[in-house]
């Protein structure tokens, strides 16, 4: 066989590989002997008009037949490929943009067309994890300038579709998360759009936290809708609750977070070019961002919240974003409930201005939508709270909450988990320390947010006086056996709430 | 099925995946089911006494059946498994020196504790290609001081074997790559050894260059020998020419090399760490780095040579090396060959000192050979050159040679490539220019090394006057595709000889 002859009979192997594309071929390929398997980690292959990068794994057992090349699944959708088809493999060219990554490591300052085509690469998939590694490496602890962030802002917002809304004035708000069960969003949109303003919200579901967003809509109302379907909602409502996945926005970014929730750090150039990118290109106008600051939250200290303040505005503003920072408490979680349909409860029973409502999570969500209200100029300023209080007393944000929830296709109230168990304080005292990152970890051990009802009902909060018996929280699940998970987790952490 | 249920049987796949270990489960597996995908990216599997850390491919396919699990080829071997093995799987703990990665992204100084933690998880298999990049990144950019080149050295030395030779003095000799045909290694143990110098020396095969000096003597003689074998030689002969990979010397270098490959950087503090891990680990105490500085060379600039040769010496003093950096020409390839016999038989031919020799070669072994007597003590200063050069000129560094070659079992003569191609100038000048990584790709494409009489057989220098016409140089193969394939690289780059 001809060593330049590259083209194999694709068979379908149903293997998802969660990272990178993947493809397989057998060791005694004629490719693979012709080029050896060490100069082709990473190989091209194409079915015209489309092509992907992909890393080499080589078989040598008969899952694949003389002639067959098989891909990951993500790989095959990329392609489009089906039974059969014929697949054509060649030599990985050189990554161009790789010389800026190079650049970047070795401390040099980037412009805006290197970082564009490093994020033109980056979409293209042509960046193995090793190189989004070591770019987002080369980008962290302050390695970036405020010209540099601005940059690389600039080029995600365009780097995937852009919504344009017709309207003057666009808002939205995000929180630089860390905090469970601080579900203000919903309660926000229903407050600022009952107010006159205009807040097409779109929310991510959950990565490594026991609930996003969409992920508590959900129990609620659909939010997997098609652009068109969120235009007629946002037209008639003036707001909407969806799911931001399909929207397309910075791609790029949801590529870079992966590897950066696999590395757990959080680079500050990156998440305000994340986080502002998302803004841009959904278009907003008028953005307020919520930075809880605790201990076990996402930023850990005051000082650290005021830097990444200061320089989140100052890209907003080379953007084109109005952006209002607003620091809050991250010391303890928010609301009662940590998981999808218990965050559902909390959130309905703040709009329905129920006694036993949490106030911490009701505090926060109007705070939130008064600097919204502020920062529009829809109110003057020193009056955004009161009016955002108003509009949720009055009962307006429930009525246009539902409204919202129609429109999307159904309200539904949350349901109960099936199986609870209540834990109980072992000692008298004070509730000294709560540790956000391990109450996650429990709702996420008891199911949250795959089972939507499951999670955790947290009774106490920082400074209570706990007496020896007394109900700390309730765990859900819908199996035992999570349960029991769940179960293990506490006794193994003594840490998750502290009683001195 | 209970959640915590986590054994499953073991079925063999035949899957290579070059990179990190991978699991394979099936999408339906109660484990899977149980914690979802995504947060399963990474788990333990073990079998005890062993475990290994494997990133999860989810099967979709019968290529499984219900309660069946599927490792890589390289993760079944370090397990140790066989077909229908029960292996438990569990969630992997975190990974605590990630702690001081993330110190080191953020530009913190890190202690030779703080190594040793990295290099030990490293180790064990525990971080994934995002972690190593993210470590290398960090490390890059002149982010090492001497302080923590020296630590991290140290830590290296130590993850590994180490070697004990029972003298005062054992020499070896480095090359800071990059340079086609610089083989120079095979003339230097000759010359010393028949000085009387101890040179016990382990080489690597290629890795991206068309030879390594392993693949080359591999030609003349056998070069994977036991830790026993080695013995016996060194003590008879006084040196040898083996193979390092079974060595198992500085084994972290081993993982972080594939990475810095990938990302086509060398990190100083890593190349310094790396190139004197080895040397120490293998019992050396007098060792001579030729670093060839050119625009397409590994070292680019006389200025980076100069710091590199100041930084290795001073590390080399801490760890206890006596260093000699020789900086050298690396404008254009070394001698006439490129590839492993072609290599041999310039080796050879120098030995012989037969007057077709190449002239470069044998004058760079001569002057790096000297070093290393001067350096050790052999010989006083001022006259190293002149006793390497009478030890080879007299014939005695060509009867060692092969001395040492029938002690590693056998001495066989280079053969030649049964297809050859020349390639002639097509124009008249003065050779302007040799674009050593271009060539390199070359003789690799002509199927060097894995093909052992492959490569190039290169005739002109820079600065030759060219007459149209003239052979530049010969393309040997062992099929006519091969030719081809090099022939039409040769034919789309005409930068790789210029003529002006």
Chains 1, 2 share one sequence.
């Not at 939507?452 to 706990?466: E, M, P, Q, T």
Request: with cysteine; aromatic share 4%.
């Amino acid at each position: 066989m001809e060593p330049n002859s590259n083209t194999l009979t694709y068979k379908h192997l149903g293997i998802y590989t969660q990272n990178e594309n993947v493809v397989y071929m057998r060791y005694d390929c004629h490719v693979c002997k012709s080029e050896g398997f060490e100069a082709l980690v990473r190989i091209r292959v194409s079915k015209a008009p489309r092509s992907i990068v992909a890393s080499l794994n080589v078989v040598s057992s008969n899952m694949l037949l003389p002639g067959e090349i098989g891909l990951s699944d993500a790989a095959a959708q990329k392609l489009d490929v089906s039974e059969n088809d014929l697949l054509h493999v060649s030599h990985l060219e050189p990554i161009a943009s790789l010389g800026h990554v190079r650049a970047k490591i070795y401390n040099n300052k980037l412009d805006r067309e290197a970082y564009g085509h490093i994020i033109t690469d980056i979409l293209a998939g042509d960046y193995s994890n090793i190189h989004l590694s070591a770019f987002i490496t080369a980008c962290a602890g302050d390695r970036m300038d405020l010209d540099e962030i601005t940059d690389l802002t600039k080029v995600m917002i365009t780097s995937g579709k852009t919504l344009d809304w017709n309207q003057s004035i666009i808002v939205d708000k995000h929180c630089i998360g860390g905090l469970p069960g601080n579900r203000t969003t919903p309660l926000v949109v229903a407050m600022v759009t009952a107010y006159g303003l205009t807040m097409p919200k779109t929310s991510s579901r959950a990565i490594t936290s026991p609930a996003g967003t969409a992920d508590t809509m959900e129990v609620m109302t659909n939010v997997t809708l098609s652009s068109d379907e969120i235009e007629r909602v946002v037209n008639q409502e003036g707001g909407c609750f969806v799911w931001g996945g399909t929207a397309q926005l910075s791609p790029a970014d949801d590529v870079l977070i992966k590897i950066e929730k696999a590395l757990d750090i959080d680079s500050e150039g990156q998440l305000i070019a994340s986080v502002l990118s998302k803004k841009a290109a959904a278009g907003s106008t008028h953005v307020v961002i919520d930075i809880p600051v605790g201990e076990t939250a996402k930023v850990r200290s005051m000082e650290m919240a005021q830097k990444l303040q200061r320089d989140m505005e100052a890209v907003g503003r080379a953007v084109g974003l109005t952006v209002k920072i607003v620091i809050t408490d991250g010391t303890q979680p928010v609301g009662r409930g940590i998981g999808p349909s218990l965050e559902a409860m909390d959130v309905l029973s703040v709009l329905k201005n129920e006694a036993k409502a949490p106030q911490d999570l009701k505090e926060r969500a109007v705070l939130l939508a008064g600097e919204l209200l502020e920062l529009s100029g829809k109110v003057v300023s020193g009056e955004g709270n009161r009016r955002a209080l108003q509009v949720l007393e009055s009962g307006k944000a429930y009525d246009k909450f539902i409204s919202i929830c129609e429109a999307q296709g159904r309200f539904s109230l949350p349901v109960p988990a099936p199986h609870t168990l209540e834990v109980k304080a072992e000692r008298s005292g004070v509730l000294h320390h709560i540790d956000n990152r391990k109450i996650a970890k429990l709702a996420k051990l008891s199911g949250a947010p795959r089972a939507k009802s499951a999670g955790i009902s947290l009774y106490v909060r920082l400074g209570d006086r706990i007496t020896k018996g007394q109900t700390l929280y309730t765990l859900h699940a819908v199996t035992e056996g999570e349960l029991r998970y769940a179960l293990d987790y506490k006794n193994d952490h003594e840490d998750i709430i502290t009683i001195l």
